[in-house]
């Protein structure tokens, strides 16, 4: 299977974590979006919503979405449960992620790393870092009372929001307020096949 | 099983529709969100992250994100398919929803439908339109070839995206530049099981 994803892109990264973690073998292309490589037509025959990471099977069958991605790699595995809550639960994480944590964290990140420092969209900080600190808030609570995000154990959902939480320091939010975070930050880099991003 | 919501919400409305479509019985109760009634200690001791809808099952768990609701209220039935690609496509559908259409289409028809005629959010909405029709561009480009959004057939998939779909002309979206997203609304009408909002 091919990879097409932007390596600086935590969610790119993401699935990239999940296939070594899983020990899937995937031929990584880079694709820079900055560059425009995701808005050719030869892209957007492969992705109309023109983003990375694509996941392209070796049937030349494409899926978009770094979670449904992570999804369709984990599928039969523990780290995707197979029982109906369990596996709801683990997707609750994943949307969670996608509407409370990615559209905070991230941005935050990208707007205080990439862009420059007098840039118009850092006044956004503020408001961006608070919420950062709402969802990242919500994470420590369930983590205060089991060692991963979902209770079946170890899973996509923490592969997932691992992402951009440990980059949170990067877009200028402090992770000392969130001990419980910290150190299932610390667990999830102890697993195996664990890539640094 | 229980279901928190707000009537209102299109989000809460389409876990009721899709258990409307599943035959699934669920009691009902209205949750308003401007009424602070989703930030209660009762309420939030059900869901940390404070929002609706939230399944409550039989056994008194919880289950929060109405994505990860449809899922589980869905599975094992056609509406998401068993198989590893076939699933992987819907939920694909199912994040796309939640990143590239809601954030646009749900929150321009909030500010158009709900926000006083001066209120200074409107600024956002040109941009807001913009980019819902890029979110409905891409559908009607994939419903062209096919009557419902995921190769398996009607899954849950339409139902999520239905939700706010159907809303945006109150959003200001007109739906005429996209003939096959507004075909395919009649068909989601027309499902057993369909209910308004």
Redesign the interface.
Known sequence: MKLYGMRASGNCYKALLAASMLGIELEWIETDLFQGETRTPQFLAKN??GKVPLLE?DDG?G???????L??LA??TPLLPSG??E???V??W???K???H??YVAVARFIAKFLPIDHPRRADLPRLREKSREALA?MD??LATRAYLAESGFSVADIALFAYTHEAPAAGISLDEFPHVTAWLSRVRAMPGFIPQ
């Open positions: 109309p919503n099977l069958r899926l978009a979405e770094s979670n449904a991605i999804c369709y599928d039969g109906r809550f596996r709801a639960q997707l609750q994943l949307f969670f996608q509407y409370s990615e559209p919500v609570g369930e």
